[in-house]
């Protein structure tokens, strides 16, 4: 590139930010950070508003994504030598190429690829290539882990293995992050049970405009979240209130004859009532192991039928065994489980219940009889004052955008929290009051504030609302545009928001999509969901495994337009696209290249004997047979092959006339060169042959019919110019003539036949003598055939 140095006719010139890659993160997307960056800038005295610079300094930077041009006063003086260096490497920063190499991984002996950071480059290869090792292969790389070693090649594999021979990746030691998009992607994170997306509210919701908004909200309710932060004691509380209500069982009435306390002492208090007959078990039945105890000793009495010994000491057990027995009756291992837990939790709360309250609660606990009803009132009213204080510390802990999102009055939502203790007789108490006087001076706090927290909450609410509406404006264009019957909703949960899938005929919300989409549908929706977690998350490479070859052309360009069309898609960030598919070469690169800023880079991938090279892909090689034909016939030395391009030109151009029918005699080694028409086939005149051959030597000036017979009638001549081929396409058609469309594997002599006609091809492609896409295996086979070694 030439050097950048301001014109003379320049007013001495505008200031130019100029913005360098930091150490730290050579990464980075030159952008602009207020006025943390450097400004280099020619002296011009005391002007603060200069004209507007056209020098082609100023011109070129512009062209180039993401710089930008800043008037800054004041001014500083800088010298023209300086200026340029600085100019030179903004420039010379803008597109930064790295190498990969990849070593050892499965199929690939040795590949190198090239990445530009910040665009979007496609590979593009023929199956077989290596495509998905090559992304696999970077992933497992980034992690830095043992991973790699999966890759191993089975040659290189085995006792017999060199040990020094392992997978190797090198050139993506910036790439910390991968995200690679493939079918394991979508298995295991989209189309959950309950949402599209696992994490859809961090993937959707969660970004840095969000994140800011629910900082300032938690700043304002932030002396309640101290208050509980710094006095574990009332988290203690709530966890043990918690714990005694749900000791009560479900029931409307309060009180379940299913709950623990039921069960722990409904029949009375069996740990502190021992029953006379089991007096020998009392240390037992004590014992801080007494629960393990009960259930050992219920569990053997199944032995006691066996014989009349003790199934443990082999004793007889004679006028015991009714003793024995007499355990189960009376306990179960769970009930004293209950009852245990029953009186610890009563135990740690007792400080926190009024004094009365505190010995009827042991009374009751202490009963030797069933509960009666008044204790059975007695505990169901002590409940309701449990669940009123125990709901009021749990809101309270809570408190948050999403407890305060839907409420109207937010002042009037926080003075109802306040806790009036005096209403609360059982739990009147010293600790109970030292407590709730802490909480309520901390929301007395909250509620001088209320005024700010609602305006915050309101903006918070507008704000989330236009992220959803946004989201789902656009993925449902996608979806419209693609031709899917589908819809989608971002629906608020109690502490999230989560993404929901609808069928157009059906109101209900679909519970698991992977059950009712077809596989195309869920790739199309899986890699939009996958661009949504890259914009979130930030990797440093986004890898796309061959992610739309299995879609029709409109849904191919519906995708395509939503991952990099648009503020919100992958547009400048730095990606990995593998394809099979050239039709995305063709459209990015050549058709619509004006479409996809900045244009994307492309290459063509070719693996032989282990070897993965890349070529690159440019507007210029993407061209039609046609134009293919008319190059190679220009540039190729053999004459047979030559003959080969121009048939097909003549097929493409559907020009089936005297040219190609001789040339198609040629090909078809035929003596005398013949004509097809409708009734049969007849032999040319001579005065067709001449005329013909007129017509084909102006574009193959050197075609004589006769000389090329004998060379494709010799079989030495055709093994030589099979031998000497320079790529597999041509060695394919050589091999067809001398094989008459012959070969013992019809895989082979199908895939022979199809590289010969055109129904198949694209309107561009690459030429194929440049771009080799031949398989190895299809060579292999050819060349064992032609017996050539």
Aim: with cysteine; proline share 3%; aromatic share 8%.
């Amino acid at each position: 590139m030439a050097p950048l140095r301001p014109q003379s006719n320049c007013a001495p010139c505008c200031p130019h930010t100029v913005v360098s890659r930091t150490p730290s993160n050579p990464l980075r997307t030159p952008q602009f950070v207020g006025s943390t960056h450097s400004h280099c800038r020619l002296d011009r005295g005391r002007c603060t508003r200069p004209p507007r610079c056209v020098c082609s300094a100023t011109r070129s930077l512009r062209s180039k994504p993401r710089i930008a041009l800043r008037q800054v006063a004041p001014w500083s003086s800088i010298t023209a030598e300086d200026f340029h260096e600085c100019i030179t490497r903004t420039h010379a920063s803008v597109e930064l190429k790295m190498e990969i190499t990849i070593e050892n991984c499965n199929s690939i002996d040795s590949a190198k690829i090239s990445l530009v950071v910040g665009r979007l480059n496609i590979k593009y290869g023929p199956n077989g290539t290596g495509k998905s090792t090559i992304a696999k292969a970077i992933e497992l790389s980034a992690l830095n882990d043992a991973g790699l070693m999966q890759l191993t090649p089975f040659k290189h594999r085995g006792k017999e293995a060199d040990a020094a021979v392992v997978p190797k990746v090198s050139g993506a030691d910036q790439f910390k992050t991968v995200f690679v998009f493939n079918e394991e992607y979508v298995d295991q994170f989209v189309f959950m049970q309950d949402e599209v997306v696992k994490n859809s509210f961090d993937i959707f919701i969660k970004n840095s405009d969000y994140k800011k908004k629910m900082d300032a909200i938690d700043a304002l309710i932030s002396e309640i979240k101290m208050t509980f932060a710094k006095n574990a004691n009332i988290e203690q509380v709530l966890k043990d209130l918690t714990e005694l209500s749900e000791d009560f069982g479900k029931s409307q009435a309060g009180f379940s004859k299913a709950g623990r306390i039921s069960k722990a002492i409904g029949s009375g208090n069996k740990l502190e009532h021992i029953p006379d007959n089991l007096a020998p078990y009392t240390s037992f039945i004590k014992s801080e192991a007494n629960v393990k105890w009960i259930g050992w000793q219920i569990k053997g009495n199944e032995f006691l039928e066996l014989a009349s010994e003790c199934p443990y000491c082999a004793s007889p057990t004679g006028e015991k065994k009714e003793t024995i027995l007499a355990v189960s009756k009376e306990y179960e291992a769970k009930s004293i489980e209950h009852l245990i837990a029953l009186l610890a939790v009563v135990g740690r709360l007792g400080k926190y219940f009024s004094k009365e309250t505190f010995e009827n609660i042991n009374k009751i606990l202490s009963n030797k009889t069933e509960l009666k009803k008044e204790e059975i009132s007695y505990l169901t009213n002590l409940k309701l004052q449990i669940d009123t204080l125990r709901e009021k510390l749990q809101d309270l802990k809570t408190i948050s955008f999403f407890s305060l999102r839907d409420v109207d009055e937010i002042q009037k939502r926080i003075a109802s929290l306040k806790i009036d203790i005096n209403l609360m007789s059982a739990l009147d108490s010293e600790e109970s009051r030292a407590i709730v006087h802490l909480v309520n001076e901390s929301l007395e706090s909250v509620l001088t504030k209320a005024g700010q927290l609602q305006g915050e909450i309101n903006k918070q609410k507008k704000s989330i609302e236009t992220t959803i509406n946004k989201h789902k404006s656009d993925i449902n264009s996608f979806l419209r545009y693609a031709g899917y019957k589908y819809v989608v909703d971002i629906q608020a949960e109690a502490e999230s928001y989560k993404m929901k899938l609808k069928h157009l005929e059906f109101s209900e919300h679909i519970t698991n999509g992977s059950r009712h989409l077809s596989y195309g549908e869920r790739n199309a929706f899986s890699i939009v969901l996958f661009m949504y977690e890259c914009l979130m998350k930030h990797p440093d490479l986004i890898v796309l495994d061959d992610p739309i070859s299995s879609f029709d052309k409109n849904k191919k360009f519906a995708i395509l337009e939503m991952l990099f069309r648009g503020k919100d898609s992958l547009r400048d960030k730095t990606v990995l696209m593998l394809t099979h598919d050239i039709e995305p070469v063709i459209d990015m690169v050549k058709s619509l290249s004006h479409t996809f800023q900045p244009t994307p880079v492309a290459s063509f991938l070719s693996s032989k004997t282990g070897i993965v090279t890349e070529l690159d892909v440019k507007k210029s090689d993407l061209l039609t047979f046609a134009q293919i034909c008319d190059e190679n016939i220009k540039s190729l030395d053999n004459d047979v092959i030559k003959s080969i391009y121009l048939r097909r030109h003549y097929e493409i151009v559907d020009n089936k006339g005297l040219e190609y029918q001789l040339i198609s005699s040629l090909l078809h080694k035929e003596a005398t060169p013949t004509v097809k028409e409708n009734e049969g086939k007849r032999a040319m005149t001579e005065a067709e042959i001449a005329g013909a051959t007129a017509a084909i030597q102006i574009k193959l000036p050197s075609f004589e019919y006769q000389k090329l017979l004998s060379w494709v009638l010799d079989a030495e001549v055709m093994k030589k110019a099979y031998t000497s081929a320079k790529n597999g396409y041509e060695k394919l058609q050589l091999f067809r003539i001398v094989n008459n469309d012959n070969h013992d594997n019809d895989i082979v002599k199908k895939y022979i036949n199809e590289s010969f006609h055109i129904e198949n091809e694209y309107i561009m492609q690459l030429n194929p003598h440049r771009y080799d896409s031949v398989p190895d295996y299809i060579i292999a086979e050819c060349d064992l055939a032609m017996g050539v070694q």
